[in-house]
T-cell receptor
Framework: AQSVTQPDIHITVSEGASLELRCNYSYGATPYLFWYVQSPGQGLQLLLKYFSGDTLVQGIKGFEAEFKRSQSSFNLRKPSVHWSDAAEYFC???????????FGTGTRLLVSP | NAGVMQNPRHLVRRRGQEARLRCSPMKGHSHVYWYRQLPEEGLKFMVYLQKENIIDESGMPKERFSAEFPKEGPSILRIQQVVRGDSAAYFCASSPPSAGGRTDTQYFGPGTRLTVL
């Protein structure tokens, strides 16, 4: 069965520092991978997605993610974090031909001044 | 282009009552998905619907929960005889069909936060 692991429950980063959020997936076929962000009390906003092609994908708000098949990973990065990036980040893999998304448990990002 | 709409945003019910959650997909989207997020957890898939059809309900509890997406109007997630354990955020997502009939990226609504007293 498909699964997604986000090993870091909380991460604290200083404003202006770089960020990397880890995501590992388990899926037998070519994965379709997504990163979503959820601000408190809000819905999920799509940051970026990987379907095929270039393994480094660019998203909104200055985020990028790199797909590494050999490591079954799809880590999210940002070179310089802003205070407004504080939120919960979810990695997900599409299963069953896109008919359902399997989510990780999320990583809560805190940004310190 | 309006996004996915959900209402109500907050819903309070007493144990034993019924809860009805509504979702209007984005314009041009014909696929609707419902997910549940329990406190401090990720989202869990519940059901996938197209107009007038339930395609995959593998994540739906066997009792008390039902979903529909009629030809006209919003999708409805219905929970009968709610219990405290039903307290959660319920998110709806929609997607357009991509080429070949396969679905595409899902876009989420703001969610309905259900509290059962």
């Amino acid at each position: 069965a498909q699964s997604v692991t986000q090993p870091d429950i909380h991460i604290t980063v200083s404003e202006g520092a770089s960020l990397e959020l880890r995501c590992n997936y388990s899926y037998g076929a070519t994965p379709y991978l997504f990163w979503y962000v959820q601000s408190p009390g809000q819905g999920l906003q799509l940051l970026l997605k990987y379907f095929s092609g270039d393994t480094l994908v660019q998203g909104i708000k200055g985020f990028e993610a790199e797909f590494k098949r050999s490591q079954s990973s799809f880590n999210l990065r940002k070179p310089s974090v802003h205070w407004s990036d504080a939120a919960e980040y979810f990695c997900s893999v599409a299963a069953g031909g896109f008919q359902k998304l399997v989510f990780g448990t999320g990583t809560r990002l805190l940004v310190s001044p | 282009n309006a996004g996915v709409m959900q209402n109500p945003r907050h819903l309070v019910r007493r144990r034993g009552q019924e809860a009805r959650l509504r979702c209007s997909p984005m314009k041009g989207h014909s696929h609707v998905y419902w997910y549940r997020q329990l406190p401090e957890e990720g989202l869990k898939f519940m059901v996938y619907l197209q107009k007038e059809n339930i395609i995959d309900e593998s994540g739906m509890p066997k009792e008390r929960f039902s979903a529909e997406f009629p030809k006209e109007g919003p999708s409805i997630l219905r929970i009968q005889q709610v219990v405290r354990g039903d307290s959660a955020a319920y998110f709806c997502a929609s997607s357009p069909p991509s080429a070949g009939g396969r679905t595409d990226t899902q876009y989420f609504g703001p969610g309905t936060r259900l509290t059962v007293l």
